[in-house]
């Protein structure tokens, strides 16, 4: 199975900071990599699709960017609604695996 | 608008079966699939498997493949996942997520369904 490991598992930050969350993959994925967010208790969301495409409705202050095996997600001011987790996954290859998530925090 | 509503709360014991509904409304259930992502406490979610709306096809996870099978009824575009012989790391939050093209990118969810299983 592909491996997805996440950078850092936790974040602390404050409204209108930068942050920025990468993901290694265990071999190369090209860009199949998905970007999800999950408040507590509800579903996760998508964001990002194929590395860099933003979902239609997901604010532009999200971007995703990377290939092969090195991805991140970039948040460009962040809002008091983007504390939440965040997970990437690969779907290049059966089973479609996801990271172990990054907990973004109110610093 | 497009929704994905599951079935309630379940509590097993180890060795029983489980089956979780999936009903889907607001789009045409046959031209896209169903993934069965699941989630245990603290932990990441795992993509179990997928099932194709229009002709049934399903793939699954190797991990699931002797435990977990995946039906759908058009009639009422219901999706429906049944886990066999569970044990207590089956313990987790179980959500169907529309899936097009059975590549696991995931648009839409259910709300989840709880499966507590314990003696």
């Known amino acids: 199975d592909i491996q997805m490991t996440q950078s850092p598992s936790s974040l602390s930050a404050s409204v209108g900071d930068r942050v920025t969350i990468t993901c290694r993959a265990s071999?190369?994925?090209?860009?199949?990599l998905n970007w999800y967010q999950q408040r507590p208790g509800k579903a996760p969301k998508i964001l990002v699709y194929?590395?860099?495409s933003l979902v239609s409705g997901v604010p532009s202050r999200f971007s995703g960017s990377g290939s092969g095996t090195q991805f991140t997600l970039t948040i460009s001011s962040l809002q008091a609604e983007d504390f939440a987790t965040y997970y990437c996954?690969?779907?290049?290859?059966?089973?479609?695996?996801f990271g172990q998530g990054t907990r973004l925090e109110i610093k | 608008q497009v929704q994905l509503v599951q079935s309630g709360v379940e509590v097993k014991k180890p060795g029983a079966s489980v089956t979780v509904s999936c009903k889907s409304s607001?789009?045409?259930?046959?031209?896209?699939?169903i993934s069965w992502v699941r989630q245990a406490p603290g932990q990441g979610p795992e993509w179990m498997a997928w099932?194709?709306?229009?002709?049934?096809?399903?793939k699954y996870a190797q991990k699931f493949q002797d435990r977990v099978t995946l039906t759908t009824d058009t009639s009422t575009s219901t999706t429906f996942m049944e886990l066999r012989t569970l044990i207590s790391d089956d313990t987790a939050i179980y959500y169907c997520?529309?899936?097009?093209?059975?590549?696991?990118?995931?648009?839409?969810w259910g709300q989840g369904t709880l499966v507590t299983v314990a003696s």
């Open positions: 607001g789009y045409a259930f046959t031209s896209y699939g």
């Open positions: 997520a529309r899936d097009r093209l059975g590549m696991a990118t995931l648009d839409y």
């Open positions: 099932i194709n709306g229009y002709n049934g096809k399903t």
């Open positions: 071999q190369t994925i090209t860009t199949y």
């Open positions: 194929v590395a860099s």
């Open positions: 996954q690969q779907n290049y290859d059966m089973p479609f695996t």
